[in-house]
């Protein structure tokens, strides 16, 4: 399992990067691969990466990922 940083700031920031590089998979279509990586944390921090994501995501990138994240569950 992927632990998150313990300090605030760099938990922060590593929630932002892994969100930016796995948007950036999925929409490539790497989206197996991004559910596989999000496995790898914590509830709580594959959450707070999904939320980044889709925060992050255009409309339709966050119907794609919502359908595909049902889809998977």
């Known amino acids: ?3 998150l940083p313990i300090e605030c700031r760099a938990r ?3 929630i932002d990067d892994r969100a930016k590089e796995l948007l ?3 929409i490539n279509g790497n989206r197996k691969t991004v559910l ?3 496995c790898e944390f914590s509830r709580t921090g594959a959450l ?3 939320s980044v ?3 992050n995501a255009s409309k339709e ?3 794609y990922i919502a359908r595909f ?3 998977m569950a």
């Open 36 to 38: 596989a990586e999000l």
């Open 1 to 3: 399992m992927t632990k």
């Open 48 to 50: 707070a990466i999904l």
């Open 24 to 26: 950036e998979s999925f």
């Open 12 to 14: 922060a920031q590593m």
């Open 69 to 71: 994240m049902r889809e």
């Open 53 to 55: 994501m889709m925060n």
């Open 61 to 63: 990138a966050r119907n």
